[in-house]
C-alpha cells in the first residue's frame, strides 16, 4: 500500500504530464487555428464564455465537490448527483436556447444567436460526466484523468485545424468545445467502476444542499470574475477586435498558472481531507504543497511575461502584436492564482464552504468597483488596476487559514517571497543579458533555455528541499 506522500507525489506527477502535455497542446493547436481566424473570431467565441461557463457551474451546483469532501462516498450518493446534474444541464440549455436571440442583442452581433445555440450543447453534454469526474478525483486516477484528457484535447484539435483551413471561421472553435465535451465523457465512462441506475433518489442532494449551493455561489462568482472584463469590454466598447486581443491575453495567462493550478489541484482536496484531524501534520502537507506551488508558478508566470512578445509574435502574428502588453500585465498576478487554489481547497476540505463563498464574493464586488473607477482610462490601465488587486487580496485568506490550522502571514511570507524575488531576478538578468539579439526566434529560443538554466542553478546553488525531492522522485521513477 501506497502511503500519503508516495500517493500525493504520484498525483502530483501525473498531473504535471496532464497539464503540463495538455498546454502544450493546446499551444500548438491554438497555433495553428488562429493563423486562420481573426481576433473577431475569437471575440465572438469569448463573448458566450461566461454563459457556458456559468451554465456548467449550475448543473454541477457544488455536488461534485460535496461527493470529494465526503471520506467514503457511496453508490447511491454519486448516483443522485448524475441524475440532478442532467436533469438542471437539460433545462439550463433549454433556458439559454430560448435566450439566444437576447444574447445576440445585448452584444450587438447578430451571429451569437445560431452560434450560442451549438456551443451551449457542450456543457449539457458535460452534465453526463461531472459525478465520474468527482469519482475519479477522489480516486486520486490520475494517470487515466490524463489519459482521457489528452485523448479528447488531440480529437477536438483536429477537428478545429481540419475546419479552420476550410474556412470555418469561428465555427471551429464552437466545434472543438462540443467534441471535446463528448470525448471526455466517453472516457471517464471507460475507466470509472462506477455505474449509474435508474434507481436513485435525491436524499443527498437535500442532506448537502446548503454546503454545496456555497460551492455554487462561489462557483459563479469565479466565473463572473474570470469573464467580467470579457463581457464589459463588448458591451462598452462593442469592438469584437478588443475582446479577441483581450481574450487572447487572458488565454494564454490562463494556460500558464492553470497548468501549475491544475497539477497541484488534482490532488491538494483528497489529502487534506485525509489529514484535517491532525492539524501539525495539516500544516505541514499544506505548507510543502505551497512551496512547490510557488517553486514552479513564480518562474513560470515571470518567464511569460518576459518572452510574451516574442512568443506571440512567433506563433500566431503580428495581427495580435496589441495583446502583448496584457498578457505581460496579467502574467503579473497569475503568478498567484495558484495559490488560490490551495486555500479555497483548505477551507472546503473543513466544510467552510462559506468562507470560500463570501471571500470570492467580496473579491468579485471590489473588482468591479475597480472596473467601474478605471475603464475610463483605457484597457490597459484598467487590467494594471485588476492585476494589483488580485495580488493584495490574496492577503483576505490569510485569517482563515491562521484560524484552521494556526498558519501565519509570515510562514506563508517565509515560503513564498524566495521564489518570487528569485523568478523576478532570473527574469530580468536573462532580459539584460539578451537584449542584443534581433532575431525573433533565436531571442525566443534563448531567453526560455537561459532563464531556465539560471533559475535551476540558482535552485541548486541555495540548495532548495523541493528541488532536490522532484529530482530524487524522478530519478527514483527511473
Not at 391 to 396: E, N, R, T, V
Request: aromatic share 14%.
Amino acid at each position: 500500500m501506497e502511503n500519503l506522500k508516495e500517493k500525493t507525489a504520484k498525483g502530483l506527477m501525473w498531473g504535471a504530464i496532464n497539464n503540463g502535455t495538455m498546454q502544450v497542446l493546446n499551444l500548438l493547436i491554438g497555433i495553428i487555428i488562429l493563423r486562420h481566424l481573426t481576433p473577431e473570431d475569437t471575440g465572438l467565441v469569448g463573448l458566450l464564455a461566461i454563459f457556458s461557463a456559468i451554465a456548467g457551474n449550475l448543473q454541477s451546483s457544488g455536488f461534485s465537490t460535496a461527493l470529494i469532501n465526503e471520506k467514503q462516498p457511496t453508490a447511491q450518493q454519486y448516483n443522485s448527483v448524475f441524475w440532478f446534474n442532467i436533469l438542471m444541464g437539460g433545462l439550463l440549455y433549454l433556458i439559454l436556447f430560448c435566450s439566444a436571440p437576447l444574447i445576440s442583442w445585448f452584444f450587438h452581433q447578430p451571429r451569437l444567436t445560431d452560434l450560442s445555440r451549438f456551443l451551449f450543447l457542450s456543457f449539457f453534454i458535460s452534465s453526463f460526466g461531472i459525478s465520474t469526474n468527482a469519482y475519479m478525483v477522489k480516486n486520486m486516477m490520475n494517470r487515466e484523468i490524463t489519459i482521457i484528457n489528452l485523448t479528447a484535447l488531440v480529437i477536438s484539435g483536429s477537428t478545429a485545424i481540419v475546419m479552420a483551413l476550410n474556412d470555418m471561421a469561428y465555427w471551429s472553435l464552437a466545434w472543438q468545445q462540443v467534441v471535446n465535451s463528448t470525448i471526455l465523457i466517453l472516457g471517464r465512462f471507460y475507466y470509472v467502476k462506477w455505474k449509474p441506475s435508474l434507481r436513485f433518489t435525491f436524499d443527498y442532494i437535500r442532506q448537502t444542499f446548503s454546503f454545496s449551493m456555497k460551492i455554487l455561489v462561489t462557483m459563479i462568482v469565479n466565473t463572473v470574475n474570470q469573464n467580467l472584463l470579457t463581457v464589459i469590454f463588448g458591451r462598452l466598447f462593442r469592438d469584437a477586435r478588443i475582446v479577441g486581443n483581450f481574450f487572447q491575453a487572458y488565454k494564454w495567462d490562463s494556460m500558464a498558472f492553470q497548468t501549475v493550478g491544475g497539477m497541484v489541484g488534482q490532488v491538494v482536496q483528497p489529502v487534506l481531507v485525509s489529514v484535517r484531524e491532525e492539524r501539525d501534520r495539516e500544516q505541514q502537507v499544506f505548507r510543502k504543497m505551497l512551496r512547490f506551488t510557488a517553486f514552479l508558478s513564480f518562474p513560470a508566470l515571470f518567464g511569460l511575461a518576459l518572452v510574451a512578445r516574442e512568443f506571440i509574435l512567433c506563433t500566431i502574428g503580428y495581427e495580435w502584436i496589441n495583446c502583448v502588453p496584457l498578457l505581460q500585465i496579467l502574467c503579473i498576478s497569475g503568478a498567484f492564482m495558484p495559490i488560490y487554489t490551495l486555500y479555497q481547497n483548505l477551507v472546503i476540505s473543513h466544510g467552510r464552504s462559506d468562507i470560500n463563498m463570501w471571500l470570492n464574493i467580496g473579491q468579485i464586488v471590489l473588482q468591479f468597483c475597480i472596473i467601474l473607477l478605471f475603464y475610463r482610462q483605457g484597457i490597459t490601465i484598467m487590467v494594471i488596476a485588476y492585476t494589483i488587486f488580485n495580488i493584495l487580496w490574496l492577503g483576505a485568506w490569510m485569517p482563515s487559514a491562521k484560524r484552521i490550522m494556526g498558519l501565519g502571514l509570515l510562514n506563508v511570507v517565509k515560503d513564498i517571497a524566495p521564489f518570487m524575488l528569485c523568478g523576478a531576478l532570473v527574469m530580468v538578468a536573462t532580459y539584460f543579458a539578451t537584449m542584443a539579439i534581433t532575431n525573433l526566434y533565436l531571442l525566443l529560443l534563448v531567453r526560455i533555455l537561459m532563464a531556465t538554466a539560471l533559475y535551476y542553478g540558482v535552485m541548486r546553488m541555495l540548495n532548495v528541499v523541493i528541488l532536490r525531492e522532484c529530482m530524487q522522485f524522478i530519478l527514483k521513477k527511473k
